[in-house]
């Protein structure tokens, strides 16, 4: 799909719903893509549906639960024909697909050869106003930085940096409740800065 990601292998049944809220807002009346309306229907029927077990798999109900499941694959499926469609309209057009709500394929090296930090995860936390965010080390890394986005992840101007570490996990606090908020962590290293992170968002209580 040249540079669209998808991003969406890792996420639990409540964060693909978010993901695919946000896809499902930006690509709304956006003329850009009016060819693909058929499938974003397709795609609302099936966030729908995923809702609905999600509500009925809170007790745990082992069926309720398998059902959910269920529902969450066939959403995937639905949001990976979404996303060929966006990557056949944008190609490599960086601002088609943000403005589609995708991500893109970020670098991996720099030119100074300091990988990126991988395998970001961002998770809800126990306490109010609080995100758990965790990562795989990077070879060459002295510290961390930590950017935090509660806007939109493709709004540049939103980005802003909230905590430097030299551990491979941090817990961002101080976040606005009841709202998805977005994260991307820098290496920083004797090689110079890596690119930055993929992108992992999360819920906050």
Avoid: C
């Amino acid at each position: 799909m040249g540079k669209l990601v998808r991003r969406l292998n890792r996420l639990s049944a409540k964060d693909l719903l978010l993901r695919v809220l946000f896809i499902e807002a930006r690509l709304k009346d956006n003329a850009a893509f009016a060819t693909l309306s058929a499938l974003l229907l397709e795609v609302a029927e099936k966030r729908q549906a995923l809702e609905e077990a999600i509500t009925a798999a809170a007790d745990g109900g082992r069926t309720a639960v398998a059902l959910r499941e269920k529902r969450k694959r066939e959403l995937k499926e639905v949001i990976d024909r979404l996303a060929a469609g966006v990557a056949s309209i944008a190609g490599d057009d960086e601002e088609l697909i943000l403005n589609a709500g995708f991500f893109l394929r970020s670098s991996v090296r720099t030119s100074e050869g300091l990988p990126m930090p991988l395998k970001l995860r961002a998770r809800i936390s126990d306490h109010t106003g609080e995100a758990r965010l965790d990562w795989a080390t990077t070879r060459g890394a002295s510290i961390y930085v930590i950017e935090h986005n509660s806007v939109s992840p493709d709004d540049a101007g939103a980005w802003k940096q909230v905590a430097e570490t030299t551990r491979i996990k941090h817990v961002v606090a101080g976040l606005t409740s009841t709202k998805v908020h977005w994260f991307r962590v820098r290496a920083i290293g004797t090689k110079g800065k890596s690119p930055w992170s993929d992108v992992a968002f999360t819920l906050v209580r």
